[in-house]
C-alpha cells in the first residue's frame, strides 16, 4: 500500500515538474523559441499615398496638404483627386476629358474607407467632380453605386451643379476621330489613363479612390473597371490595398484589385502581388482580340506601408508622397515592351 502512494506521490511530482516547463498547448516553453517563433512586427511607414500616373502628382501634393492638415483621409482624397478632374489638359479624367462615340463625356468614380465602407457612381454625366458625388453616395445613401441618370438626380439634390464637359479641345478631336470612326484604346500611348490613390493615414488605417472618364470613343453607356469594387480599387484594412489602371475589360474580367489584396492576405510582397496578376492577366489576354492594345497596370499598399506598382508593359508610372523622401515619380517594372 505503501509503495503504491509512494509511486502516486512520485507520478504527481514529476507531473507538476514537466508542467513547469510546458506551455498551455502542452509544447515546452523555450522562451528563446517562441521569440525565433514570432517574427517581429515591422514598423509602421506612415502616412504614406501613391497614385497612378503624372497626374498623380499634383493630386498626392493636395491630399498630402489636407492630410498634414488635419482632414481626414476621405476629405484628403477627395481634395487631391479633384485636381486631374478639374485640369482640361488630363484627358482622360473628369473636366475635358475625352468623350464616347456620341460626344458625350461620361465618368465613373469610385471611394472606399478603412471600414469597407464604399461609393460609387458609373456612367455620370454633366458633373465635374464624380469622386464628390461618390463620396456623398457613401456618406448620405444605403448604396455602394448610383448608375446614369439616378446618379446625376442624386448629385443635383446634394447641391452639385451641371455642366458642360466638352471642352473645344476634345471636341475637336472626337470630330477628327469620326472621321475614320476606329475604336482603339490609346492607353499609355500619351502616358495618362485613370488616377487611382491609395493612402495610408496617420493612423494607420487605408482608403482609397478612383476617378476617370474612361476609354476615349467607347460606346455609349460603356462602364470601366474605375468604379467597381473589388476591379478597379479594393482594401482591407488588415491587409492593404490595391487599384488598377490601363484596360478596364481585363481588370473587371480577373477582378484584379481584389485579387492583388488577396495574394498580400497570404504573405505575397505588394510587388509580388502586382506582378502575379498582371500575368494572370497577360496568360488568360494573350490569344484575345484585345492583345493588340493591352496594358495593366497595378498600385498597392500594405499595412506596414510598403508599396509598389507593376504593369504588363512599359511607360507606367505613378506617384509616391511619405515624410522620408516627399514627393516623387516612380517608374514601375513591367513585364514587356510596347514593341513586343
Known amino acids: 500500500m505503501s509503495n503504491r502512494r509512494d509511486f502516486i506521490k512520485k507520478t504527481t511530482l514529476g507531473t507538476l515538474a514537466i508542467s513547469s516547463v510546458l506551455g498551455v498547448s502542452g509544447f515546452a516553453a523555450n522562451h528563446d523559441n517562441e521569440e525565433k517563433a514570432v517574427p517581429k512586427e515591422k514598423k509602421q511607414q506612415k502616412p504614406i499615398i501613391i497614385s497612378t500616373w503624372n497626374h498623380g502628382l499634383p493630386a498626392n501634393q493636395e491630399s498630402w496638404k489636407q492630410l498634414k492638415d488635419g482632414k481626414p483621409a476621405l476629405d484628403a482624397i477627395e481634395a487631391g483627386m479633384k485636381i486631374p478632374e478639374a485640369d482640361p489638359n488630363v484627358r482622360s479624367v473628369g473636366y475635358g476629358g475625352y468623350p464616347d462615340r456620341?460626344?458625350?463625356?461620361?465618368?465613373?468614380?469610385?471611394?472606399m474607407d478603412h471600414n469597407s465602407n464604399c461609393?460609387?457612381?458609373?456612367?455620370?454625366?454633366?458633373?465635374?467632380?464624380?469622386?464628390?458625388?461618390?463620396?456623398?453616395?457613401?456618406?448620405?445613401?444605403?448604396?455602394?453605386?448610383?448608375?446614369?441618370?439616378?446618379?446625376?438626380?442624386?448629385?443635383?439634390?446634394?447641391?452639385?451643379?451641371?455642366?458642360?464637359?466638352?471642352?473645344?479641345?476634345?471636341?475637336?478631336?472626337?470630330?477628327?476621330?469620326?472621321?475614320d470612326s476606329k475604336y482603339k484604346p490609346v492607353i499609355n500611348i500619351e502616358n495618362h489613363d485613370t488616377i487611382s490613390m491609395l493612402m495610408l493615414d496617420q493612423e494607420g488605417n487605408l482608403s482609397g479612390g478612383c476617378t476617370t472618364s474612361g476609354a476615349a470613343?467607347?460606346?455609349h453607356g460603356r462602364v470601366g473597371d474605375s468604379p467597381i469594387i473589388g476591379a478597379g480599387l479594393f482594401l482591407d484594412n488588415e491587409v492593404g490595398a490595391a487599384a488598377a489602371t490601363g484596360l478596364g475589360e481585363a481588370v473587371i474580367r480577373t477582378a484584379g484589385s481584389a485579387m492583388v489584396v488577396e495574394l498580400m492576405r497570404q504573405g505575397k510582397s505588394p510587388f509580388e502581388a502586382c506582378k502575379e496578376i498582371t500575368e494572370r492577366i497577360y496568360n488568360k489576354h494573350k490569344n484575345h482580340k484585345d492583345m493588340e492594345y493591352l496594358q495593366v497596370g497595378f498600385i498597392a499598399l500594405n499595412k506596414n506601408g510598403e508599396y509598389a506598382g507593376y504593369s504588363l508593359r512599359s511607360g507606367f508610372n505613378f506617384a509616391v508622397s511619405d515624410d522620408v523622401k516627399g514627393h516623387r515619380m516612380e517608374d514601375a517594372k513591367f513585364k514587356m515592351s510596347w514593341d513586343k
Open 217 to 219: 470613343w467607347k460606346m
Open 119 to 179: 461609393g460609387s457612381v458609373c456612367f455620370l454625366q454633366g458633373i465635374k467632380h464624380p469622386i464628390s458625388v461618390a463620396k456623398k453616395v457613401l456618406q448620405n445613401t444605403p448604396h455602394v453605386m448610383l448608375a446614369g441618370q439616378g446618379a446625376l438626380q442624386f448629385a443635383l439634390s446634394e447641391g452639385f451643379k451641371e455642366e458642360n464637359l466638352l471642352t473645344p479641345e476634345s471636341e475637336k478631336d472626337w470630330k477628327k476621330w469620326l472621321e
Open 102 to 111: 456620341e460626344g458625350k463625356v461620361t465618368l465613373d468614380a469610385c471611394i
